[in-house]
Each structure stands twice: as C-alpha cells, then as structure tokens.
Nanobody, 123 residues
Framework: QVQLVESGGGLVQVGGSLRLSCVAS????????MGWFRQAPGKEREFVAA????????NYADSVKGRFTISRDNAKNTVYLQMNSLKPEDSAVYYC????????????????WGQGTQVTVSS
C-alpha cells in the first residue's frame, strides 16, 4: 500500500505559478513511476505529467509542455509539479498517482491515488 498526500494548491492569477507536492508513505515510492492528473468539473480525469521511478524520464501533456515541470526526490518520497504561466483552463483538482515501475498516461494504469488539491486560476 502507498499513501499519497498532495499539497500546494490554491488560487492564483493568470500568468502566476504554483508548486504542487505529493508525499508518499507506506510503500514502494522509489520503485514507482509517478503521475499528475487533473479533473475539472464535468470533465474526465486527464493526464498532466509523469516521471519515471529513477526520475530520468518525463512525459507531459501537450497542453502543459513548456509551462509545467515534474520532478521527484526519492530521498524525501516526494514528487513535485512546478506550474508556471498558469491559464484559466488549468483550473482543476490535481491528483498525484503511483504505479509500480512503469509510467503511463492513462489514469486506469495507476494503482494508488491521493485525495487531490484544488488549483484555481483567476482571470
């Protein structure tokens, strides 16, 4: 079992930045690929970014490329999502997720999820 707790969400103006954190406990974080997903009201959960278990490979949704950066610190059991140049369409609940070994862009492939943190970008 892996427990995931996100933090760092909030209200920010267009063009601003936020840094989300996700702390893992109780399991195999260092052997897990980590992903960030988001879900806006009335929409399906969508892939945002993923990082390999070693931290040497990352993948991003086209909508966030060049603006968001995913990283991890295995010594701290933490994965981060640095979000810059935020847009109103980035507003959503952001979730981190863990999957043993291999990453994926599909939420169905992840085994463990956090409770989510709200990000609201005001125009």
């Amino acid at each position: 079992q892996v427990q995931l707790v996100e933090s760092g969400g909030g209200l920010v103006q267009v063009g601003g930045s936020l840094r989300l954190s996700c702390v893992a406990s109780g399991g195999t974080f260092s052997r897990s690929a980590m992903g960030w997903f988001r879900q806006a009201p009335g929409k399906e959960r969508e892939f945002v970014a993923a990082v390999s278990w070693r931290g040497d490979t990352t993948n991003y949704a086209d909508s966030v490329k060049g603006r968001f950066t995913i990283s991890r610190d295995n010594a701290k059991n933490t994965v981060y999502l640095q979000m810059n140049s935020l847009k109103p369409e980035d507003s959503a609940v952001y979730y981190c997720a863990a999957r043993l070994w291999r990453g994926s862009t599909s939420p169905n492939d992840y085994d463990y999820w956090g409770q989510g943190t709200q990000v609201t970008v005001s125009s």
